[in-house]
């Protein structure tokens, strides 16, 4: 088992920053493929951003690329999202997930991933 915490979330208003961190243990995280995920109450999960095993390759969705940045140091066992720009409709509960799969094909569905943590809340006020 991999154990995920996420950590950072807050509230902040729009146009603030915000830096997600996920810390793992149990296993090392260069074995993994890393995913963020947010969640709004009543509604499915949103697939954010995903990042390869080494960090070479990240993909993000359409809402966020350009004002979020998802990194990883393995060395350190954590994945960030850093998150500028921020605006109301990024309000919900990040989560981040560890997929031990061999292809990032179907990084943007959380089915595929095998560890995920307990989450954390962003709000954006306007």
């Known amino acids: 088992q991999v154990q995920l915490v996420e950590s950072g979330g807050g509230s902040v208003q729009a146009g603030g920053s915000l830096r997600l961190s996920c810390a793992a243990s149990g296993r090392t995280l260069g074995n993994f493929i890393m995913g963020w995920f947010r969640q709004v109450p009543g509604k499915e999960r949103e697939f954010v951003a995903a990042i390869g095993r080494i960090g070479r390759n990240t993909y993000y969705t359409d809402s966020v690329k350009g004002r979020f940045t998802t990194s990883r140091d393995n060395a350190k066992n954590t994945v960030y999202l850093q998150m500028s720009s921020l605006k109301p409709e990024d309000t919900a509960v990040y989560y981040c997930?560890?997929?031990?799969?061999?292809?990032?094909?179907?990084?943007?569905?959380?089915?595929?991933?095998?560890?995920w943590g307990q989450g954390t809340q962003v709000t954006v006020s306007s």
């Open positions: 997930a560890a997929d031990s799969g061999y292809s990032m094909s179907t990084y943007s569905r959380g089915e595929v991933y095998e560890y």
